[in-house]
């Protein structure tokens, strides 16, 4: 059994070890460094004392990210309670029940979420705390209302002669001790509640550090574009670069592409975390458009300028982002085959990893130097990865991991939990893969994705996809089983549509003759029998991936 140190004891070094240096930033907005992170935590540690939270109960954030979403979990954390995040795109029926599924005494909530939420649905809640201000929306309690009208004072005679480093005390956690329970977007009903151990949340922070920490200089920025109530999102560009004295910026409102492009820009970021979903807009609108000429194409087929124009060209990519990050990581769902091919044939630093909610999220990844395309990299540290297949190297079977991130099991839900946990801590993630000799990981889809041919062949939706997401016109599609035929909805690129002045006969004619090549290179029985328009982009969980369910019915 390895020795696992206490992960609050990390976030307390890096506060000491960056004091003076630049914490956290609303882009466009103001700056905290770290000893005004562990003031704020201060405060609030007052406030969780004087209301009389005890270790173990539970405070649940949602909001956009900003500095202050992070403080919060912070606090919540290094005081020994249980943080509950709370992605904000959550319809407010499912805030409220996740509050009260949970347990929550305190809730802290952003300005876009406040207006939304009712308190009268949330009976057990003690007070609910606006996150721009730390203000109080909600108080049950004559104990909060006075902690926080009274909070300079009590922290002034708390600490008469200033708050120095020294101060800095955290409550020494425990492996098994539960430090948040992180509820996911699931696809019916309520969200299933991941309960997520210190240990989970060590394993991916040592992880980062050892594999990461040298590549990724201390004092550097990284950009949040993911929602830290979201593990990706939390682990990555949250809890490992503030662990590591990097200074972060939360962009506080939706990251458009362009919007992101411009951070990345301004901020030049020594790591880039991303969905492929932005790694594809932005390659698509600021790469493509530069390089796809006849010029171009001309350079790239002549061996002799061939490499420098290459060179060129990946310039011009890493410029898209930032110009100063050591490498991209792309994780959540499969990067678009067609732009990794092109990354990897500029020699582009870019890598994809993979993980879940269940595993806080880490299960592999593999350095852009190790990377092999179409894989999604080799088991992390503190965790194994094995194929449940008789040939794992030439038969999917579902993916299954084990190790230090695993998470205990679903709150309040053994049922559930019994489903995904073995007798052996095996948790079976419903996705589906092969293994290759050096233990790459290669997805072949969901397995509640996967359809079933006519007859019996296994079809997985996200290869025709990404084949399809490569064509003329096509800004997303999703593949969809039609009795024994496959057809594909198709939402059009609307912008270039209107700029070509194209009709909707016009898409419709394209369309079809995309369906006619992408058929041409698709075996018989996952050929698809029509393409159908629609008209709006398709709905998404936080990751990014299409809500598949919404949209079982809309051939039938």
């Given at each position: 059994?390895?020795?696992?140190?206490?992960?609050?004891?990390?976030?307390?070094?890096?506060?000491?070890?960056?004091w003076?240096?630049?914490?956290?930033?609303?882009?466009?907005?103001?700056?905290?460094?770290?000893?005004?992170?562990?003031?704020?935590?201060?405060?609030?540690?007052?406030?969780?004392?004087?209301?009389?939270?005890?270790q173990?109960?539970?405070?649940?954030?949602?909001?956009?990210?900003?500095?202050?979403w992070a403080?919060?979990?912070?606090?919540?954390?290094?005081?020994?309670?249980?943080?509950v995040?709370?992605?904000?795109?959550?319809?407010?029926?499912?805030?409220?029940?996740?509050?009260?599924?949970?347990?929550?005494?305190?809730?802290?909530?952003?300005?876009?979420?406040?207006?939304?939420?009712?308190?009268?649905?949330?009976?057990?809640?003690?007070?609910?705390?606006?996150?721009?201000?730390f203000?109080?929306?909600?108080?049950?309690?004559?104990?909060?209302?006075?902690?926080?009208?009274h909070?300079?004072?009590?922290?002034?005679?708390?600490?008469?002669?200033?708050?120095?480093?020294?101060?800095?005390?955290?409550y020494?956690?425990?492996?098994?001790?539960?430090?948040?329970?992180?509820?996911?977007?699931?696809?019916?009903?309520?969200?299933?509640?991941?309960?997520?151990?210190?240990?989970a949340?060590w394993?991916?922070?040592?992880?980062?550090l050892?594999r990461?920490?040298?590549?990724?200089?201390?004092?550097?920025?990284?950009?949040?574009?993911?929602?830290?109530?979201?593990?990706?999102?939390l682990?990555?560009?949250?809890?490992?670069?503030?662990?590591?004295?990097?200074?972060?910026?939360?962009?506080?409102?939706?990251?458009?592409?362009?919007?992101?492009?411009?951070?990345y820009?301004?901020t030049?970021?020594?790591?880039?975390?991303a969905?492929?979903?932005?790694?594809?807009?932005?390659?698509?609108?600021?790469?493509?458009?530069?390089?796809?000429?006849?010029?171009?194409?001309?350079?790239l087929?002549?061996?002799?300028?061939?490499?420098?124009?290459?060179?060129?060209?990946?310039?011009?990519?890493?410029?898209?982002f930032?110009?100063n990050?050591?490498?991209?990581?792309?994780?959540?769902?499969?990067?678009?085959?067609?732009v990794?091919?092109?990354?990897?044939?500029?020699?582009?630093?870019?890598?994809?990893?993979?993980?879940?909610?269940?595993?806080?999220?880490?299960?592999?990844?593999?350095?852009?130097?190790?990377?092999?395309?179409?894989?999604?990299?080799r088991?992390?540290d503190?965790?194994?990865?094995?194929?449940?297949?008789?040939?794992?190297?030439?038969?999917?079977?579902?993916?299954?991991?084990?190790?230090?991130?695993?998470?205990?099991?679903?709150?309040?839900?053994?049922?559930?939990?019994?489903?995904?946990?073995?007798?052996?801590?095996?948790?079976?993630?419903?996705d589906?893969?092969?293994?290759?000799?050096?233990?790459?990981?290669?997805?072949?889809?969901?397995?509640?994705?996967?359809?079933?041919?006519?007859n019996?062949?296994?079809?997985?939706?996200?290869?025709?996809?990404?084949?399809?997401?490569?064509?003329?016109?096509?800004?997303?599609?999703?593949?969809?089983?039609?009795?024994?035929?496959?057809?594909?909805?198709?939402?059009?690129?609307?912008?270039?549509?209107?700029?070509?002045?194209?009709?909707?006969?016009?898409?419709?004619?394209?369309?079809?003759?995309?369906?006619?090549?992408?058929?041409?290179?698709?075996?018989?029985?996952?050929?698809?029998?029509?393409?159908?328009?629609?008209?709006?982009?398709?709905?998404?969980?936080?990751?990014k991936?299409?809500?598949?369910?919404?949209?079982?019915?809309?051939?039938k």
């Open positions: 059994m390895e020795l696992i140190p206490s992960f609050n004891s990390y976030i307390e070094k890096s506060i000491k070890d960056n003076e240096k630049d914490a956290l930033t609303d882009y466009k907005g103001a700056t905290l460094q770290y000893h005004d992170v562990a003031r704020i935590i201060e405060k609030l540690h007052i406030v969780f004392n004087e209301i009389g939270v005890q173990g109960d539970k405070i649940a954030m949602c909001g956009r990210n900003s500095s202050h403080v919060a979990y912070l606090a919540t954390l290094t005081y020994g309670a249980i943080a995040p709370i992605l904000h795109e959550f319809t407010p029926e499912q805030v409220h029940n996740i509050v009260n599924h949970s347990e929550a005494k305190l809730l802290f909530v952003g300005d876009v979420v406040a207006p939304t939420v009712d308190a009268d649905q949330m009976p057990n809640l003690e007070g609910i705390v606006l996150l721009p201000d203000s109080l929306t909600l108080s049950r309690s004559e104990k909060l209302t006075y902690a926080r009208e909070l300079n004072e009590l922290y002034g005679k708390k600490y008469p002669k200033f708050f120095r480093k020294e101060h800095v005390h955290y020494e956690d425990k492996p098994e001790d539960l430090a948040m329970i992180n509820y996911t977007s699931g696809t019916t009903g309520f969200s299933k509640g991941v309960m997520l151990p210190y240990r949340l394993g991916n922070l040592d992880f980062c050892k990461l920490g040298d590549l990724v200089k201390s004092g550097t920025n990284i950009v949040s574009i993911l929602p830290m109530a979201h593990m990706y999102g682990a990555i560009e949250f809890i490992f670069p503030f662990c590591h004295g990097l200074h972060l910026y939360f962009l506080t409102r939706l990251p458009s592409p362009s919007l992101i492009a411009q951070a820009a301004e030049q970021p020594s790591l880039i975390v969905v492929p979903l932005v790694i594809e807009k932005i390659v698509r609108k600021r790469v493509f458009p530069k390089i796809q000429n006849n010029l171009m194409k001309l350079l087929n002549m061996p002799v300028v061939n490499k420098k124009v290459k060179q060129k060209i990946c310039e011009e990519v890493y410029r898209a930032g110009g990050a050591y490498e991209v990581i792309v994780g959540g769902a499969a990067l678009n085959q067609e990794e091919a092109f990354m990897k044939s500029i020699d582009f630093p870019i890598t994809v990893g993979y993980g879940t909610t269940e595993c806080a999220p880490l299960i592999s990844y593999s350095d852009y130097k190790e990377f092999v395309p179409r894989s999604c990299g088991a992390v503190h965790m194994e990865v094995k194929i449940d297949s008789a040939d794992p190297l030439r038969i999917p079977g579902e993916i299954l991991a084990r190790g230090t991130n695993v998470m205990i099991g679903y709150y309040k839900n053994e049922e559930e939990t019994a489903k995904v946990l073995d007798s052996e801590g095996w948790y079976h993630t419903g589906l893969g092969l293994l290759d000799e050096k233990g790459n990981i290669f997805i072949k889809g969901r397995s509640k994705n996967m359809l079933l041919g006519a019996g062949q296994n079809v997985y939706p996200e290869e025709i996809e990404d084949k399809l997401n490569s064509m003329a016109m096509v800004s997303e599609c999703i593949v969809l089983q039609n009795g024994d035929t496959l057809v594909a909805l198709v939402h059009p690129d609307l912008e270039e549509a209107q700029s070509m002045h194209f009709t909707r006969e016009d898409l419709e004619g394209i369309m079809e003759q995309n369906r006619q090549e992408l058929n041409a290179q698709l075996p018989q029985f996952s050929k698809l029998s029509s393409i159908i328009l629609h008209d709006e982009e398709f709905e998404k969980t936080p990751k991936s299409i809500k598949r369910y919404l949209y079982q019915n809309i051939i």
